[in-house]
């Protein structure tokens, strides 16, 4: 059935600490990830992606890990700034190869806050 | 490079009326999807459009409905409107379809009373 709400995991770091973000994905044929940021009344902000045939990709500040056993994603962000204080959203893209489309499915998102 | 637009931002309707909603992709991107986000479902896939044809349907009742036009921008329309179609309306633009970086616009914010 339906929820009233979604409840949104919930993360506090200190300004300066790394933060590691998590999310598992359940459809084994998803080729495709990416990490949005969604700042409260903005649309979500592409933070970094991943394909399937990588278990690690670097950005500015940010990491993302791929574990494909345990179908589990992370985003580490270095050095975390009040600024990053925002939803995360991780995505998949079932099988774009196959499906020829663009179609991603959304965590429930976490929420980062960063006490300065 | 000016970033995905959409317009109105925000919308006030009556339930039973209809709503279109526009999307501008940024410049040369020929994907353009469309997103719901609400507090109990989160953010939901509704639609692709790729070179005019839509490449992919989210599971939305036919009252939800789009097309895209040759210079690639989106229109997406909301015909009997229900309370529950209240919500966030996200466009993303895209380069290509088939697995690649969507870009959000700020959304269009609608309310059904």
């Known amino acids: 059935g339906e929820s009233v709400g979604l409840h949104l995991p919930t993360l506090s770091v200190q300004e300066g600490d790394n933060s590691i973000i998590n999310c598992a994905y359940s459809?084994?044929?998803?080729?495709?990830f990416i990490w949005y940021k969604q700042e409260s009344g903005k649309g979500p902000q592409f933070i970094i992606d991943?394909?399937?045939?990588?278990d690690k990709r670097q950005g500015q500040r940010v990491t993302v890990l791929l574990n494909k056993t345990v179908k589990h994603l992370s985003l580490q962000i270095a050095a975390t700034q009040p600024g990053d204080s925002a939803v995360y959203f991780c995505?998949?893209?079932?099988?774009?190869?196959?499906?020829?489309?663009?179609?991603?499915?959304f965590g429930t998102g976490t929420r980062l806050t960063v006490i300065p | 490079k000016a970033g995905v637009t959409q317009t109105p931002r925000y919308l006030i309707k009556t339930r039973g009326q209809q709503v279109t909603l526009s999307c501008s992709p940024i410049?040369?991107?020929?994907?353009v999807s469309w997103y719901q986000q609400t507090p109990g479902q989160g953010l939901q896939f509704l639609f692709e459009?790729?070179?005019?044809?839509?490449?992919n349907k989210g599971n939305f009742p036919g009252r939800f409905s789009g097309r895209q036009f040759s210079n690639s921008r989106s229109e997406m329309n909301v015909s009997t409107l229900e309370l529950g179609d209240s919500a966030l309306y996200l466009c993303?633009?895209?380069?290509?379809?088939?697995?690649?970086?969507?870009?959000f616009g700020p959304g269009t914010r609608l309310t059904v009373t």
């Open positions: 993303a633009s895209s380069l290509k379809t088939g697995g690649y970086e969507q870009y």
């Open positions: 459809n084994s044929a998803s080729d495709y």
């Open positions: 991943i394909r399937s045939n990588m």
């Open positions: 995505a998949e893209n079932s099988a774009p190869i196959l499906t020829g489309a663009n179609n991603l499915f």
């Open positions: 410049s040369g991107h020929r994907s």
């Open positions: 459009y790729f070179s005019e044809t839509q490449r």
